[in-house]
């Protein structure tokens, strides 16, 4: 299949890419700026640096792949950012996904879009795909809106919803666990919020569940996301006990004292029920996923 993936050179895109080649897949990668991987040797590989809320660029970039399949990775990421500066947010991550569904549309291309349960309220927790969204944030409104635009797509689509994703970079950005460590290992006081709830999702899991849809082209909403529920703080101690250090300076507050900018769902989570009946998906438990991450 030929494979158009956004957000490529991202911490989620980069292993999207790299497990669509291993699958065997013909990948078209995309991303804003300059190809940071070493995928270039790999015969089935090819990117396209591309601005998917450019229509001009991008009719161009869709006219030479002509995919069978778009995983639309890319997405402006990290709430606190779309919190304040919103209009980036929504020409990123709604006005760009429409961009992208109108071009697939002339390709009858399959379309898979990458959510989160930032869409939900953080009321109830441990959300399933048919509960209704209610974002607390301006980055999951903008998922939100992007979700009701795949939503009326004719022509096939999947919406792949995760949550907290970690896992060892390729040459995306880092994440909360790697951070984490690093404050450990280098004994840094840091405050780390432990009344929020989250199903952290090791990032190959994540990658091998899209690539599950990618290979079935199964329609629908899918929470792929880890099978533990833990606080941030509940992370950072399992990883102090992974790396054998006691003497670290991470200490447990609340939300209201970390007062971060974008309000955040207390009780996340995402139930993958149905990821593991429809998709065959199975995720490996947080601390198998630490230990991945940090050999
Ligand atoms: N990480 C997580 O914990 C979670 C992530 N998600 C979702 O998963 C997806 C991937 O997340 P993640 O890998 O962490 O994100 P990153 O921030 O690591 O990567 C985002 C990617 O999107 C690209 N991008 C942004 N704007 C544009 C644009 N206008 N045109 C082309 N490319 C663009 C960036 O390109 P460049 O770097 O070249 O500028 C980058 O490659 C996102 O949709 C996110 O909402 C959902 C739940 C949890
Ligand atoms: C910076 C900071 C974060 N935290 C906590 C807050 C949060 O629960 C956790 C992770 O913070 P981050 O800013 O990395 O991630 P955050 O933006 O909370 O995570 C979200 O990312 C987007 C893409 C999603 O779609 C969501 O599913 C979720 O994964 O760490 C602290 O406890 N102390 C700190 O100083």
């Known amino acids: 299949m030929k494979v158009f993936v956004t957000g490529a050179n991202g911490f989620v895109g980069s292993y999207i890419v790299a497990q669509l080649l291993a699958d065997g897949h013909e990948v078209f990668a995309s991303s804003r700026t300059g190809d940071l991987s070493s995928f270039n040797t790999n015969k089935n590989y090819r990117f396209i640096q591309v601005d998917f809320s450019d229509p001009f660029s991008l009719h161009d970039a869709f006219e030479f792949v002509q995919p069978d399949i778009v995983v639309h990775s890319g997405a402006m990421s990290r709430p606190d950012d779309c919190e304040i500066k919103q209009s980036d947010a929504f020409d990123t991550n709604v006005f760009g996904t429409v961009q992208l569904l109108l071009n697939a549309e002339a390709y009858k291309s399959f379309f898979i879009f990458l959510s989160t349960d930032f869409i939900f309220d953080g009321e109830k927790g441990m959300y399933k795909e048919e509960d209704k969204p209610a974002p607390v944030s301006y980055y999951g409104k903008?998922?939100?809106?992007?979700?009701?635009?795949?939503?009326?797509?004719?022509?096939?689509?999947?919406?792949?919803?995760?949550?907290?994703?970690?896992?060892?970079?390729?040459?995306?950005?880092?994440?909360?666990?790697?951070?984490?460590?690093?404050?450990?290992?280098?004994?840094?006081?840091?405050?780390?919020?432990?009344?929020?709830?989250?199903?952290?999702?090791?990032?190959?899991?994540?990658?091998?569940?899209?690539?599950?849809?990618?290979?079935?082209?199964?329609?629908?909403?899918?929470?792929?996301?880890?099978k533990n529920i833990l606080t941030p703080f509940e992370m950072a101690q399992r990883v102090a006990e992974s790396l054998g250090i006691s003497d670290h300076l991470i200490r447990p507050v609340t939300k209201d004292e970390l007062k971060e900018l974008a309000q955040r769902p207390l009780k996340g989570g995402l139930d993958i029920n149905k990821a593991i009946s429809d998709l065959k998906y199975e995720p490996v438990s947080f601390d198998e996923g630490l230990r991945a991450t940090l050999r």
């Open 142 to 226: 903008t998922k939100m809106d992007a979700e009701e635009a795949v939503m009326e797509y004719r022509h096939g689509w999947a919406i792949v919803r995760t949550s907290f994703v970690y896992g060892k970079p390729l040459y995306g950005r880092g994440n909360f666990i790697t951070m984490i460590a690093d404050k450990i290992r280098t004994k840094q006081p840091f405050n780390v919020v432990n009344d929020q709830l989250r199903t952290p999702t090791y990032v190959s899991d994540l990658a091998n569940g899209i690539a599950a849809i990618v290979k079935q082209r199964t329609g629908g909403v899918f929470n792929i996301a880890g």
